[in-house]
């Protein structure tokens, strides 16, 4: 009797029944840091219109109250230190000079086609909500929100190299934010000491205007917040930016700032609405648990919003650009970087060591076929590698995404890397203390229909030292660089297992059923 088919009748069942964790389902939008423009052939005849006629004028009226802003800014800053910027507010004429500045910019924006911004809802006071945090991050423009509250009524949170670039950092720097630097590892921690000490309800510091987003994004949905705004354990004042277009939309692939700002000024007439929703004050355990506080008020704004949420983060754009370095789509790199490390428990270093390895596999067009994965591991498409690929395949597309494949190598290849899970593999196809060629020949024919040359190849592989046999300390060693092979062999005897099993239950109902005739 043939038990091919009763195997494949096996392992399909046994793929229906993979167990999918709802944690690290799929997110709702699978890249939230690339966007398209949709350009009609009206937009694009506007565009050359105003390109020639408007947009060099709003250009040249914008620049040329620069040298001004540069020199109030100056002026304010002279003789200060770094020390005494961040020690505490500017005062008395340093001060006075930020209302020029404030002026000054909302002009610039309206000459730009800023022409009138709307606010919804009231502003709470700095006493109710010493924080305001703004979503979604969308726009080089939101700094717009500025000029509208006030320079000397708000401070913010920038990157520290926003302080040192050319000529705009000396705004910036005038501005007195709190600096965060990406490359500095206790950063962080210093950012986050000085945003709890400026909110205060004693600090002389004015409202703090956070993005808790802490990048771009194309506004499809509301991506993981930050946790900066809400360590303090004081309320916060959640606030909604509309725009009216999607040219001033700045993500990580996409226009990019200066095409953006170019784009935006060739509309006649641009449109924001600052949107204030209800204070929120924090439950005893949110004040406890700033994760759990940055969850529910991002929670309240994509309800408003009516966007889904997923846990992507910084980190992903960072991911994108190494997968661009290793010849994959940049989407490639979109993982939901903050749930594979709250769930998984990987660091930023342990999934950019994976897009090198995941790179040499995958072939096709920067997903990895069935093909792909079988000729990775040098072997024939099987019944129970197909299996395998199923467990990285979550989404039963036919394909594995460097996402499924960081998935995978955690909760498929890891465990096999296991002593004991070695161990029992090696033991069910080697009755001894070493496997020889004839052996391993006869094992991959029937387990995963290798021909005899591949399982010789494979043998050379592994026996490194030439000496005709493979022992269980080669095994595991080969195992360490491609762990998919120990779990290909217990997969491959749990589907013989089951199909002895279901052989003889049809056995048993094939007997009773002559007993009873």
Same mark, same amino acid.
């Given at each position: 009797m043939n038990s091919r088919p009763m195997f494949e009748t096996v392992v399909k069942k046994r793929r229906r029944l993979l167990r999918r964790a709802s944690s690290l389902l799929e997110p709702a939008v699978r890249n939230p840091f690339v966007h398209h423009l949709n350009l009609t052939t009206l937009d694009k005849i506007r565009i050359a219109i105003m390109s020639v006629t408007v947009v060099p004028l709003r250009l040249i009226l914008g620049l040329a109250f620069f040298p001004i802003v540069y020199l109030l800014c100056r002026i304010a800053l002279a003789g200060l230190t770094e020390e005494q910027l961040v020690k505490e507010p500017l005062q008395g004429w340093r001060r006075m000079l930020l209302y020029p500045n404030w002026l000054i910019g909302r002009f610039q924006f309206f000459i730009m086609g800023f022409h009138y911004v709307s606010v919804k809802g009231q502003r709470a006071s700095r006493d109710e909500a010493p924080i305001c945090v703004i979503s979604p991050h969308t726009a080089f423009f939101d700094i717009l929100i500025m000029f509208v509250l006030g320079l000397p009524?708000? %401070?913010?949170?920038?990157?520290?190299?926003? &302080?040192?670039? /050319?000529?705009? &950092?000396? $705004?910036? %720097?005038? $501005?007195? /934010?709190?600096f965060v630097s990406r490359k500095q590892s206790n950063s962080r921690h210093n950012a986050s000491y000085e945003i709890t000490r400026r909110v205060q309800p004693n600090s002389p510091w004015p409202q703090l205007l956070m993005f808790p987003e802490g990048t771009c994004t194309n506004k499809t949905c509301l991506i993981n917040f930050k946790q900066g705004a809400f360590n303090p354990g004081l309320p916060v004042q959640p606030v909604i930016l509309h725009y009216n277009t999607d040219t001033v939309t700045w993500a990580y692939k996409g226009p990019q700032v200066l095409a953006s700002m170019w784009l935006t000024m060739c509309n006649f007439n641009n449109k924001l609405e600052i949107e204030f929703l209800p204070v929120y004050k924090p439950s005893e355990e949110e004040k406890r648990d700033p994760a759990l506080y940055a969850q529910n008020v991002r929670g309240v704004i994509a309800r408003s919003l009516n966007l889904p949420v997923t846990d992507h983060s910084f980190e992903d754009c960072l991911l994108m650009k190494q997968a661009k370095k290793h010849g994959l789509p940049m989407e490639a790199g979109a993982v939901e970087f903050h749930k594979l490390t709250v769930k998984l428990g990987l660091k930023f270093s342990d999934i950019k060591e994976q897009l090198p390895k995941y790179a040499a596999i995958a072939k096709s067009k920067g997903y990895i076929s069935i093909e792909d994965f079988a000729e990775y591991l040098q072997l024939p498409v099987s019944p129970a590698l197909e299996e395998v690929f199923a467990m990285y395949d979550r989404d039963g597309s036919g394909t594995i995404d460097f996402r499924e494949y960081v998935i995978g190598s955690c909760l498929v290849a890891k465990p096999a890397e296991d002593e004991e899970t070695l161990a029992l593999a090696f033991e069910r196809f080697c009755g001894n203390c070493y496997i020889t060629k004839k052996e391993l020949v006869e094992i991959m024919e029937k387990s995963l229909r290798m021909t005899d040359a591949q399982a010789e190849e494979l043998f050379n592989q592994v026996d490194v030292d030439k000496s005709g046999q493979i022992t269980y300390d080669q095994f595991k060693a080969y195992a360490d660089l491609k762990p998919e092979y120990a779990t290909l062999f217990n997969v491959y005897q749990e589907l013989k297992k089951e199909e002895r099993n279901q052989m003889e239950q049809e056995s048993n109902v094939d007997r009773n059923k002559n007993k009873t005739d």
């Open positions: 009524h708000t %401070n913010s949170v920038s990157r520290e190299e926003n &302080g040192k670039a /050319p000529l705009a &950092g000396t $705004l910036v %720097n005038l $501005l007195q /934010p709190v």
